[in-house]
Nanobody, 124 residues
């Protein structure tokens, strides 16, 4: 079973930036698509971004398109989420996710494993 560990969350002012990292255990990291979801208090877990196994293909939620960038380093078993121009509405727990296959994904049904989450708080 893969272990996913997120880091990089914190408190930032509106308009600021954060970079989240997710470290994956195991030797098969490059065989899977990876992604990020987020969950605000009292709300469902929502898709943010995902990236194919090779890193060539990405997809974003409309709410973050143009502000967030997902990337991966298969040599280091890492996936990143660069978040710029942050808004108070971006406040949530952010979860790293491994897909069930190699292709990018955008639903929780396509997720194989979850990290424990990292809190991102954007103040106005």
């Amino acid at each position: 079973q893969v272990q996913l560990v997120e880091s990089g969350g914190g408190l930032v002012q509106a308009g600021g930036s954060l970079r989240l990292s997710c470290a994956a255990s195991g030797r098969t990291f490059s065989n899977y698509a990876m992604g990020w979801f987020r969950q605000a208090p009292g709300k469902e877990r929502d898709f943010v971004a995902s990236i194919s196994w090779s890193g060539v293909s990405t997809v974003y939620a409309d709410s973050v398109k143009g502000r967030f960038t997902i990337s991966r380093d298969n040599a280091k078993n890492l996936v990143y989420l660069q978040m710029n121009s942050l808004k108070p509405d971006d406040t949530a727990v952010y979860y790293c996710a491994r897909g069930k296959g190699t292709a990018r994904f955008s639903t929780t049904q396509r997720v194989d494993s979850w990290g424990q989450g990292t809190q991102v708080t954007v103040s106005s």
